[in-house]
């Protein structure tokens, strides 16, 4: 159902649920996701892979889908041979299949356009570098086109997600300044810096004063770190926090495999929440079983009920990919 409120709004009052990974949920359905253009391939030829991988994390309890977006740019759909035009029209079609996707329930969902990083376009791993010699102006440019094709599009808001870099926000959040929604501006973490090595205390302070921007975090990241990040993202900016980790597997970008055991635990959201985290999730390799299992745990807290082991759950104690 589409909402009838902003995201603002819903945070203010508990704890939204965001869904998991897409690229693993539509590779667990079968898809080739080995294309430089990764999901946004799907668009051209298999966008109801796209709506039933949103469809899956509804039913998980899902609250927000984030689009298929990600990976897919103006230029990266040039090197296929497709036109402005066309690429506008899939950038729209990506915010429809969430919207469809949400219609069939009668839960809120917001749909959250997704603006990946400059790196995620080169599909070499970049964007878990950051640093692309690119200045702010440069990377304005770049990323200007798309946010207005996709807020043209009508998402309720929109993921600059995966940042690794501090003049990449910066650009960021310079484009949105005119696009007329809300946003989140996530990073992308090691340890306690960017991607590139900035702190984050210097990274999240970039939003302080920003109305637009309506939470901030961390994602595609180890769930060890997003601890944390979630209790300076909230002391730095008193703004909700986002944030939805990777499966603790991690992307090996040159040999195109994942290595290291999964150790996202839904039970952290206990601790994430305390410390100001209002918008949760999964990231890569997280998909609809533990997106379900958060969903359980947040009814518990709304309700009051405990879950099976006969109390409510505790806070646990707390890898890039090619795509969230």
């Not at 790196?119 to 770049?142: C, I, K, N, P």
């Not at 946010?147 to 310079?174: C, F, M």
């Amino acid at each position: 159902m589409q909402p009838d409120r902003p995201l603002a709004a819903a945070l203010a009052e508990s704890t939204v649920l965001l869904d998991g990974g897409l690229s693993n949920q539509l590779e667990a359905q079968g898809c080739d996701l080995s294309d430089e253009l990764w999901s946004a391939r799907l668009l051209l030829d298999e966008d109801r892979q796209i709506e039933a991988a949103h469809r899956a994390y509804v039913r998980a309890g899902a609250q927000v889908l984030i689009t298929s977006g990600y990976q897919a740019t103006f230029e990266g759909f040039a090197r296929r041979g497709i036109g402005r035009d066309r690429a506008a029209e899939l950038f729209a079609r990506s915010v429809e299949l969430a919207r469809r996707a949400g219609g069939a329930t009668d839960r809120e969902i917001w749909v959250a356009a997704s603006v990946g990083p400059y790196g995620a376009m080169l599909a070499d791993g970049s964007e878990y570098r950051g640093r692309y010699g690119l200045s702010v102006r440069e990377l304005e440019r770049f990323h200007r086109p798309r946010i207005e094709a996709l807020a043209a599009a009508g998402p309720d808001v929109l993921a600059l997600e995966t940042v690794p870099d501090v003049d990449e926000a910066e650009a960021l959040l310079r484009t949105v300044e005119g696009c007329g929604l809300p946003v989140w501006l996530s990073y992308s973490v090691a340890g306690d810096r960017t991607r590139a090595g900035q702190p984050l205390e210097t990274a999240f302070g970039l939003v302080a004063g920003q109305e637009r921007v309506v939470a901030v975090g961390v994602n595609c990241c180890d769930p060890a770190d997003a601890d944390r990040a979630v209790e300076m993202a909230a002391e730095v900016t008193g703004k909700p926090v986002v944030v939805y980790p990777n499966s603790g597997e991690r992307w090996d970008a040159e040999g195109r495999v994942w290595t290291g055991g999964a150790t996202f635990d839904p039970d952290r959201v206990r601790g994430w929440q305390a410390a100001g985290a209002r918008l949760v999730g999964g990231c890569c390799r997280v998909g609809p079983d533990p997106i379900a299992k958060l969903a359980e745990l947040l009814e518990e807290e709304r309700t009051g009920r405990t879950g099976q082991t006969g109390g409510t759950a505790g806070a646990g104690r707390p890898g890039g990919t090619p795509e969230p």
